[in-house]
């Protein structure tokens, strides 16, 4: 009986420790506000893929070549000119990463562009971009 009794609790104790464990992994995943032109604001540097973007605006793009899904921060520069008239703009030079990223299907076709991120040690990283429109989430 005694054995009975230990056997109990050491597997008690194993699956306590097996969902402690698995809670502690376990990260708080953020989406982004996305702009209806696809445009980020990041108020802090986050990573995504081997990229580091500074704080900044960007807007956020997707493109298939030969295969192959990436995804494209841009940023956004306002240009003023000669009047009153600011406009947003952006332009090749202002391409901050373009990064190459895995594609899984999403539950159903997505009804907003949406960028997702987690907090690692106190460091923002870019986990996953779902394009409005699309029937696949990007995973980096």
């Not at 332009?91 to 562009?113: M, S, W, Y």
Request: aromatic residues 6%.
């Amino acid at each position: 009986m005694p054995i009975g009794k230990l056997t109990l609790a050491t597997l008690g104790c194993l699956l306590l420790w097996t969902a402690t464990v698995a809670a502690g992994a376990a990260q708080k995943e953020d989406a982004l506000k996305v702009g209806k032109k696809g445009e980020i604001t990041l108020s802090q540097q986050a990573k995504v893929g081997s990229v580091v973007l500074q704080p900044d605006t960007y807007v956020v793009q997707h493109r298939v070549s030969h295969g192959d899904h990436f995804v494209r921060f841009l940023e956004l520069k306002q240009v003023k000119y000669s009047t009153t008239e600011i406009n947003d703009t952006y332009t090749e030079q202002n391409n901050a990463g373009e990064i190459k990223c895995r594609v899984e299907p999403a539950t159903g076709r997505i009804q907003q562009t949406t960028v997702y991120t987690v907090t690692d040690g106190g460091a923002v990283r870019i986990t996953k971009v779902a394009i409005k429109g699309e029937n696949v989430v990007h995973v980096f």
